[in-house]
């Protein structure tokens, strides 16, 4: 019996998907304007790991992860940049899918663009207003709040209390200070597309219950993403959705502690980030994975490049240990038939993953049988050895290639270019700095400058 902690409830309960053997998730993506932090993969790395459990105990899961491509620090970006909207958004895709590969990310079946969904955003935000759940106001179209008697059930918060702390911001045309846009008039100089109530763009709530509902149906099993996105973000998402089909939005709610620097989020808003592409080229794949897997996925965890390099260095020597075991077997040699020893193993490694995902005591097993092998017990060495690189390792992705991973990489050969540019730069000598940018660009390698340092796509 899988056990999860569903937020709507407050409390751990029995996973018991709506369809038999199929379990239906949607994961809040990232909004595309910079390359993502390792903040934003911890919810990515959690439910891609947690996707691969309920796989390895017999579900078929679809998972869907959006890209939010309309959004005000996009048009910031473009405008920064004097670039278009679609050009920031479909670079950083392209960085995504990159990062999201060099982390060990498996891709999720559905990848929705806000951008791609638009008429059925205004359809959506249509039947709200024929219901009485939406109004618009002078090309502005807000969310009713009064409308729904269940609005602050996912969060545990009294109505009462949130329109007592609410304000009306300045240029907002809504009737209550707790009502939210589903569409915003278009600024001068904005992104607009044609809607009923004139040129707009949809607001930051609406897109996921479009996407999510279109993909997966009108009701589905798991909503998940980051506890900073339990209010407003999912109680504004699980009212305007019951609202318009008329049934439950999500049957469970998933929610990610927040990786956290000097005791704040982390936060590209803030600058206190460190991203996934640095990270893995600093300390690795599994070490990254494991460091966030050290913590149980709901609470929270504070950045330290101190239990980085040490988790680095336990990684190492652990695939060392893996590596010269693995060149004593042959290609002819069958492992052993998994006994009692083993069997016992497999249903404690379960039992824990059963309980809330909790990875934190799967990986002390998995660390337990990397010293069986160290013992060399001709037996149980391959028997721990197989667990580990067949069985354990790649539900959390971990430990699943052949060998210690390698340094030869074409992101890594670019990215000593471009910091060979920067020392350049650094020192004025701007001619050898374009030297290199050129021949990135001969080579069909685009980079682009920008406060948060260089980027680059291929």
């Known amino acids: 019996m899988i056990k999860i902690y569903d937020t709507l409830q407050g409390k751990k309960t029995e996973l018991i998907p709506i369809e038999d053997g199929i379990v239906k998730m949607y994961v809040c993506g990232p909004t595309v304007y910079n390359l993502i932090h390792f903040g934003n ?13 309920l796989e390895y105990r017999g579900y078929n899961v679809i998972l869907v992860q959006n890209f939010t491509d309309v959004d005000d620090k996009i048009i910031n970006k473009s405008n920064e940049f004097k670039v278009s909207p679609e050009e920031i958004s479909e670079r950083y895709i392209n960085e995504y899918w990159k ?26 935000i249509e039947n709200l207003i024929e219901k009485g759940h939406a109004y618009e106001s ?20 009294k109505t009462e209390d949130m329109i007592a702390g609410a304000r009306i911001s300045p240029g907002e045309k809504k009737k209550s200070p707790e009502d939210f846009a589903l569409w915003k008039l278009a600024k001068k100089g904005e992104p607009f597309w044609e ?4 040129k707009g763009r949809p607001g930051w709530h609406i897109e996921c219950s479009v996407m999510s509902t279109e993909i997966l149906g009108d009701s589905f099993d798991i909503h998940a993403g980051g506890s900073d996105l339990i209010f407003p973000h999912h109680e504004n998402e699980k009212a305007q959705s019951e609202c318009k089909t008329g049934s439950i939005f999500s049957k469970y709610w998933m929610h990610n502690g927040m990786l956290q620097f000097s005791g704040e989020k982390m936060s590209k808003s ?21 460091f966030l897997f050290s913590k149980h996925y709901r609470s929270p965890i504070d950045y330290s490049e101190k239990i980085l ?3 680095k260095k336990g990684v190492d020597r652990a695939r060392k240990i893996l590596d010269n075991f693995k060149n004593t077997l042959t290609s002819e040699r069958e ?63 971990i430990f699943d290639s052949d060998t210690i991973e390698k340094d030869f990489k074409p992101d890594s050969i670019i990215q000593a270019l471009l910091d060979i540019r920067k020392e350049y730069k650094g020192q004025k000598k701007y001619k050898e700095a374009d030297k290199i940018r050129d021949l990135l660009n001969s080579s069909g390698i685009q980079i682009m400058d920008s406060p948060e340092g260089t980027t680059f796509n291929y």
């Open 270 to 290: 803030i600058g206190n980030f460190i991203t996934i592409k640095e990270a893995v080229q600093k300390y690795g794949k599994d070490a990254s994975r494991l």
């Open 41 to 53: 993969a911890r919810p990515a790395i959690t439910f891609d790991s947690f996707r691969r459990y």
């Open 195 to 198: 809607s009923p109530w004139g």
């Open 138 to 157: 002078e090309g502005d179209v807000y969310f009713k709040v009064s409308s729904f008697d269940n609005y602050g059930e996912l969060s545990h918060r």
């Open 99 to 124: 990062d999201s590969a060099s982390i060990g990310i498996r891709p999720a079946n559905f990848y929705p663009k806000t951008t791609d969904y638009l008429k059925k955003i205004i359809s959506f």
């Open 335 to 397: 492992f052993p038939v998994r006994d009692e020893w083993a069997n016992k193993i497999i249903e404690e490694f379960k039992s824990v993953l059963d309980d809330d995902f909790n990875t934190p005591k799967a990986i002390s097993i998995i660390f337990k049988l990397i010293k069986e092998i160290e013992n060399n017990d001709t037996k149980k060495s391959a028997l721990a050895y197989d667990l580990i690189v067949n069985e354990f390792g790649p539900i959390l992705g």
């Open 309 to 311: 390099g040490d988790t």
